[in-house]
């Protein structure tokens, strides 16, 4: 059922992120600054919900009157079947990771691709128009980071996944977006020339493995952009033996940022204050 036709906005605004685990989420951090800096009232808290509690969790969404929530691992897919509209973005990348509620009418979106993109172009690419692009990993990560790329009309788009058939997939899947095409990490050789940029999606490299490389060094073209959705460390290794080559270099920080300033304007119909946000995000980590 629709509760709270019309919000009172005489109550805060109330926010939250919903994971498992969730504990370590720097989502609240931020966006309690992003309020702040804005001079809303209002709340963004942690819920730890379980796999089995969800369908109850996005129903007291509703009930509560929360305005929207973010959603984590692992409930970005299932969550899509718990909410009335889906965004078609979201639809094509198969991942929620907003809700706003509108009136009791929820609906998802998914503003890790786009937060990603806005964060390589303001940070280190303006203009991907044309270029050719190698992305490393097929996952959940990669689709939106692909989806929100094929829309700034890229020259090429190679996929290069451990499971070559997941990225062969991909590519026929989204073959009408753009000029996508799916390869093997053994086949990344013949596709490096001409490369502009080099984005990993994959979660080689993260903390505590910090020695791994998603590709051999010797593969990273000199003088790129190299990209790096891994944020802990700040500086992986892949983005280590890319300096060391002269490229320009991008890691997750933005991405994470840009994610939550999506979804802070789509709750508040607000610009987000990305740099109050960055800031609490770079003061929280280690
Ligand atoms: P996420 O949402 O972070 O993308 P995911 O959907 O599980 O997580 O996807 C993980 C991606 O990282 C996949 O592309 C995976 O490759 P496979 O499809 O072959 O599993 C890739 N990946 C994970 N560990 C890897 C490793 N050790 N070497 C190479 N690729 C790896």
């Not at 590519?171 to 095409?181: Q, R, S």
């Not at 709750?267 to 995000?281: N, Y």
């Amino acid at each position: 059922g629709k509760t709270n036709p019309e919000r009172d906005h005489n109550l805060p605004l109330l926010l939250g992120v919903m994971g498992d685990p969730i504990i370590q989420s720097k989502s609240p951090t931020m966006h309690t600054a992003a309020l702040q800096a804005s001079g809303l009232r209002g709340s963004y808290l942690p819920f730890h919900v379980k796999r089995g509690d969800l369908r109850q969790a996005i129903l007291g969404i509703r009930a509560l009157g929360f305005r929207g929530v973010n959603v984590t691992v692992p409930h970005k897919v299932e969550v899509m079947d718990y909410i009335d509209e889906i965004d078609e973005g979201a639809r094509y990348i198969g991942a929620v990771n907003t809700i706003v509620n509108d009136g009791g009418l929820l609906k998802g979106y998914n503003t890790d691709g786009m937060g990603y993109i806005r964060s390589l172009k303001d940070e280190v690419v303006p203009d991907l128009a044309g270029r050719k692009v190698l992305v490393i990993g097929a996952g959940g990560a990669a689709r939106g980071i692909i989806y929100a790329l094929l829309q700034e009309q890229p020259g090429q788009v190679i996929v290069a996944n451990r499971t070559e058939s997941t990225a062969q997939k991909l590519a026929a899947e989204w073959a009408h977006l753009g000029n996508i095409k799916g390869c093997g990490l053994e086949q990344i050789e013949s596709h490096l020339p001409g490369i502009d940029v080099l984005i990993n999606t994959t979660s080689v490299g993260m903390y505590p493995r910090t020695a791994e490389m998603p590709i051999a060094p010797d593969y990273i073209p000199e003088g790129i952009v190299v990209s790096d959705l891994i944020y802990n460390p700040l500086q992986t290794e892949l983005l280590r033996q890319a300096k060391q080559r002269g490229c320009t270099v991008h890691n997750g920080v933005g991405m994470f940022v840009y994610q939550g300033a999506y979804a802070f304007e789509y709750w508040t119909g607000q610009p987000a204050p990305i740099e109050a946000m960055k800031a609490a995000v770079l003061a929280s980590l280690d």
